[in-house]
């Protein structure tokens, strides 16, 4: 029988990182309720796409709170129950999170596709990588439900789960990347008045992109070097919120860069943001007037 692990950074984590999922769940709901509050006028697909990643978070939420109750309750004092295969309701949990992971990056990569002149090689690439990135969860759901053994199966199945991490993360960065060098060269041809808008973007785009990935990178770190224990699990449970949450807050940051628009004088100006698009007039002795949809203001509004 495998050694059993040090409690305090095993149950003491797996609570600790339900507990912040919980929180973040709750700025989630917020977040959701906000933006059916101020954006009515968006495309009924964009609501569709927001209800159903709220709808996984509360699956998500339920069977993590459930694999709590196996260990700390159903199982109190039962310090051997931890080697044991993990409660089915987790691997139900993994496969919601890479729902919602595989939906957030999809969403920003048709921003890619839409502010880069709907040119599909690029984004290709960011659907592809997360394409294969859910088939590798989909992997570890399939033999998560068989497993037997938690220290066995992170032995077997090791290389999978951290080949998932590595690929989501870089496919963060990837598509951060992208956004920043698109909206970059943007703002060289833009409206002086519009710079600080486009500004405000790039800088969301990098803090998003930056916390998104480096939540992958923290889980894969603490499961390499301490799988003894729940840490890593506790990061992991945590980081399917962190996805969410940026999705909502680049669809609610419109909200903000209306504000911006306004106090900058930008609003009848060179930029109008409205329900269904954002035009940007283009500064120079013939002044033009460069219009986006609704796909593109939402991602003008929005960051990785």
């Known amino acids: 029988m495998p050694a059993l692990p040090d409690v305090g950074p095993t149950l003491g984590a797996l609570e600790l990182g339900v507990l912040v999922s919980y929180l973040l769940f709750g700025v989630t709901t917020t977040q959701v309720y906000i933006y059916f509050t101020r954006f009515p006028e968006d495309d009924w697909k964009l609501k ?25 309750i159903s199982n109190f004092g039962n310090a051997g129950r931890l080697v044991e295969a993990l409660p089915s309701t987790f691997d139900t949990a993994v496969l919601v999170a890479s729902v919602i992971t595989s939906a957030v990056q999809g969403f920003f990569a048709y921003r890619i596709y ?8 690029l984004p290709g ?5 997360s394409t294969i990135r859910f088939i590798g969860c989909l992997g570890i759901f399939v033999t998560g439900v068989k497993m037997t053994s938690l220290p066995v199966y992170e032995k077997q199945i090791g290389w999978l789960m951290t080949s998932v991490w590595a690929v989501g993360s870089a496919n963060d960065i990837g598509i951060s990347i992208s956004l920043v060098y698109l909206l970059s060269r943007q703002r060289n041809e833009i409206h002086q008045r519009t710079v600080p808008l486009v500004d405000k973007l790039i800088m969301w785009t990098l803090e998003t992109g930056i916390m998104t990935s480096a939540w992958a990178l923290l889980t ?6 301490m799988n003894h224990n729940f840490v890593w699990l506790a990061i992991y449970i945590t980081g399917t919120r962190v996805f969410s949450n940026s999705l909502l ?24 943001l409205t329900s269904t698009g954002i035009q940007i007039a283009h500064s120079g002795p013939n002044t033009t007037t460069r219009s986006f949809g609704e796909d593109k203001a939402q991602d003008l509004g929005g960051v990785v």
Do not use: K, Q
Not at 48 to 72: D, K, N, P, Q
């Open 220 to 225: 894969l770190i603490f499961f390499v070097v």
């Open 249 to 272: 807050a680049s669809l609610n940051g419109r909200s903000t860069l209306r504000a911006i628009s306004t106090s900058s004088g930008t609003i009848e100006g060179p930029i109008s």
């Open 48 to 72: 569709i796409l927001v209800a159903f990643v709220w709808t996984c978070e509360a699956i998500h939420s339920a069977c993590v709170g459930h694999t709590l109750y196996v260990y700390t």
């Open 114 to 121: 839409i502010i880069g002149g709907r040119r599909i090689i």
């Open 125 to 129: 690439i960011f659907w592809g990588i």
